[in-house]
């Protein structure tokens, strides 16, 4: 009998929300709204992938939305010194 684990994957959308989260933070005030609200929507999308136990991702999305939190914040910030 053949008994073998099957290779466990990053899903694509926590790989994507990572990155969009990262990107909030390097860029400007609306690329980094946009790339927060993007690395949110994915990371929810990752998570809920990570569930399936042949996929991991679960903590990078989880982290991806709290950067992305963070990013939203340094955008707005970003946004109120052009105002100012």
């Known amino acids: 009998m053949v008994t073998g684990q099957t290779q466990v994957h990053y899903s694509v959308p926590s790989v994507i929300a990572i990155a969009a989260a990262i990107g909030s933070l390097f860029s400007g005030a609306m690329w980094g709204f946009?790339?927060?609200?993007?690395?949110?929507?994915?990371?929810?999308?990752?998570?809920?992938?990570?569930?399936?136990?042949?996929?991991?991702?679960?903590?990078?999305?989880?982290?991806?939305?709290?950067?992305?939190?963070?990013?939203i914040?340094?955008?707005?910030?970003r946004l109120l010194g052009k105002v100012f």
């Open 73 to 77: 914040v340094v955008a707005l910030f």
């Open 34 to 71: 946009i790339l927060a609200l993007i690395a949110i929507v994915f990371g929810i999308i990752g998570f809920m992938l990570s569930l399936s136990p042949s996929r991991r991702g679960g903590v990078v999305s989880l982290f991806s939305i709290v950067v992305a939190g963070i990013g």
